[in-house]
DNA sequence: ATCCTGTTGATTGTCAGACAACTGACATAT
DNA sequence: ATATGTCAGTTGTCTGACAATCAACAGGAT
């Protein structure tokens, strides 16, 4: 018979947490600076050097990290890793609480319905029979000052109307993360400049004709399906979008 | 006495190589399709599994595959590898050389002067004495029909007036990517939407006030120094731009 | 003095082989 | 029918070693 086995569960790869100890270093240090040696880094965070390479690897893929053969790996000089890029998908309001600002939920509207053709085509789901999708309508506010618009389309199969209880914070995303059932890979957003319609004016007050940020993403779950489908507009001037972009190498 | 050895150069490491391989393999596949396994991927690539693996795992982060273990590794239903996303830099020239569409160059001006503050600061560079930079201006157009009005800033020890020839396609980054004693590594590009102002709105001949999607871009060196700032306005319509997000893993 | 050249130590890049952990499918027992 | 055990296949990780590159320094030639 076999020993009952704790069995260790092994909860996170240790790359994972390699991943997040390179994080908080790299905010404990200055611009420039070198990392210890990989050997070094290795024994330290308990990992072997090949597993510590591949992870040191996606950081220099990201320009966070530049290494140097027969140098060393150094941390660059521009990347404040508190205020993440658009590369990282997060809720609007973990990003604000990150920032120390507080946000509310405004024009707060659910809905259980079928989906519309253009809606259908952003869950990428053929056309032919609708599927019935829970779609919440809300306007987040920072500092009372309204600073974007957000429509989130998920099918019901993901997610219900009774989710969004009273204590619903604004994060349809962070509602996703929470289900561990779910295992969320990545997000294709597209990004777009259009002009404020009547409909949206009103419920950020501006003026109708100004600029907007339109962000519409399709948030894929690791069996390549939409699980969530995303409208947004962002009021300039509040939020600072930035994409780290790398160079192609010829 | 050793053997005179034969030296091998080694012009590109192993995985650059391999990393052209795996993309180059990828796009003839289809999405979903299960990719060899490691030990015979990397036995049919020559190089360690240790350093396909690096390179995987970049891929993974860009989300291009999907790992899972005791599985397999497969290409994920999305990506059409030949429409890059904004997490790469390129020329528009380049990408819309790709998609088989013709670009010309309109209004073009140049001119070699001291940087003013705004561009002392996109420069990262201290205020005090201004440097001079040449500075490009130009409209690009496909199809006859005026997409983007582009501005460059760079100082002239990386550039200078003459290299802007007759047969300046619209690339400055072009430009500085032939030169190969500068080594280029990311670029950070800020997104906001913008209204049309009067002389944008001339150039591009579009009506004032319309959203235009606004691009501010430096251009770092691996010696962390900005080589090209740059601001591009676009016309809504006529170039998508999308990026891929990863969500963060808890 | 200045320039060139070789040496040396440190560090990243790569390799080979092995084992651990996980997955899915199938067979087996309850 | 429903668990449970087994097994082959695959990714995840580890260990130890060697190769390639770089910066700095010493020594010699000019």
């Not at 053709?117 to 920072?142: H, K, Q, S």
């Not at 974007?148 to 009774?162: C, H, S, T």
């Amino acid at each position: 018979m076999t020993v009952p086995e704790p069995v260790s569960l092994n909860i996170r790869l240790p790359h994972v947490q390699v991943e997040e100890a390179i994080t908080a270093m790299i905010g404990q240090m200055q611009p420039g600076d070198q990392l210890p040696t990989e050997p070094a880094l290795a024994k330290r965070l308990g990992v072997s050097r090949a597993t510590l390479r591949e992870v040191l690897r996606t950081f220099a893929e990201r320009g966070i990290l530049v290494r140097r053969q027969g140098v060393g790996t150094f941390v660059t000089s521009r990347i404040p890793i508190l205020e993440t890029g658009l590369e990282v998908l997060e809720s609007l309001e973990r990003m604000a609480k990150r920032l120390g600002l507080a946000t509310k939920v405004a024009h707060l509207e659910t809905c259980e319905r079928a989906a519309t053709p253009a809606e259908m085509a952003g869950l990428a789901l053929p056309g032919n029979n609708p599927v019935e999708v829970l779609v919440v309508d809300r306007v987040i506010t920072v500092e009372n000052e309204p600073v974007a618009d957000l429509r989130d389309v998920v099918p019901l199969g993901y997610l219900r109307k009774e989710a969004i209880g009273n204590d619903f914070g604004g994060s349809v995303l962070d509602l996703l993360l929470q289900r561990n059932d779910l295992m969320l890979s990545t997000s294709r957003t597209d990004i777009i400049a259009e002009e404020t319609g009547p409909h949206c004016a009103a419920r950020l007050s501006i003026s109708p004709g100004s600029a907007l940020l339109k962000l519409t993403a399709q948030l894929y779950s690791y069996d390549e399906k939409v699980v969530d489908y995303s409208i947004s507009y962002f009021v300039p001037g509040h939020f600072k979008f930035h994409v780290m972009r790398r160079v192609i190498n010829k």
